[in-house]
């Protein structure tokens, strides 16, 4: 299926990219960070959704940063729709959030660990927005059958599916392939979270953060690009290594635009595959 928001098409024969930092820092920096992206993505033929959380309610520690609060994060986001001209996409935790988020946002995201949540969902498929579930770290992909049944049932369509990663022993997440392949047969735009997914949730200073490997972000964002997901979800700030949250998983500028030369190369690569392969038209056929 393919996904129109905006006037970008997302889905089938369009690859696409969310991207943006973990959480609104700023409005300064929101501003920036978004026109940086939108340059190294256009370089492609992508489509492009910008991505910052206007709080992240599950942070690791009660002390950590959880970002500007609705109100503000919801007027920033706004202003990057109009100023820079690109979707947006945040973080809803409760269903009382989403008539407020619906109002600005292009596409509404649960996060992995409320991917269950009933209420939540239904009142994010009733506002008529499009909307990316998070498959839970504790889910198997053939869960999200029911997270889908969910949305359905509010008559929205227009519903995209992203691996995150499966918890694997303490502290670590493990990203199996054969998920991105078994959540398409449902129908919908298949994403993979290429720096959550490198995460180590509550692995660094004792349990106090979460720490990452950024180092495989690029290796698994490949990999899973090979494998036919639609779209990647990337976490992009200018300076990881000091930002308030998800710091040691996301990547730089000069990453991002590394990286989507490479999915750039693959995506090419594919597309010469003959047509009888079990790829096809550039996406991994669903079996």
Not at 181 to 195: A, E, H
Request: proline share 6%.
């Amino acid at each position: 299926m393919q996904i129109e928001i905006g006037k970008q098409k997302f889905g089938k024969e369009r690859f696409f990219i969310i991207a943006g930092p973990c959480v609104i820092e700023s409005e300064t920096l929101v501003l920036q960070t978004a026109d940086a992206i939108s340059k190294i993505v256009s370089k492609h033929p992508f489509s492009f959704i910008f991505k910052s959380s206007y709080d992240k309610a599950n942070r690791t520690a009660i002390d950590s940063y959880r970002g500007m609060g609705i109100d503000a994060g919801l007027r920033i986001l706004e202003k990057v729709k109009k100023e820079c001209g690109i979707p947006v996409v945040s973080d809803v935790h409760l269903p009382t959030e989403v008539p407020a988020a619906a109002e600005v946002l292009d596409l509404l995201q649960i996060p992995a660990f409320l991917c269950r949540q009933t209420d939540l969902l239904v009142a994010a498929g009733e506002s008529g927005v499009a909307v990316n579930v998070k498959k839970g770290q504790f889910l198997a992909p053939w869960d999200m059958a029911q997270v889908v049944k969910k949305l359905e049932s509010t008559g929205n369509k227009k519903i995209f599916l992203t691996e995150r990663g499966t918890s694997f022993g303490y502290n670590n997440l493990v990203s199996d392939m054969r998920s991105l392949v078994i959540m398409r047969k449902w129908g919908y735009p298949i994403v993979f979270d290429g720096t959550h997914s490198v995460q180590l949730p509550g692995g660094g200073q004792g349990g106090h953060v979460s720490s990452g490997q950024r180092e495989f972000v690029a290796p698994l964002s490949r990999a899973a690009v090979a494998a036919g997901c639609d779209g990647l979800f990337l976490e992009v700030h200018p300076d990881p290594d000091h930002a308030p949250s998800d710091g040691p998983n996301m990547i730089d500028f000069k990453g991002l635009d590394q990286l989507l030369n490479e999915v750039q190369s693959i995506l090419e690569a594919i597309e010469k595959t003959p047509a009888n392969s079990s790829f096809s038209g550039g996406r991994m056929a669903p079996t």
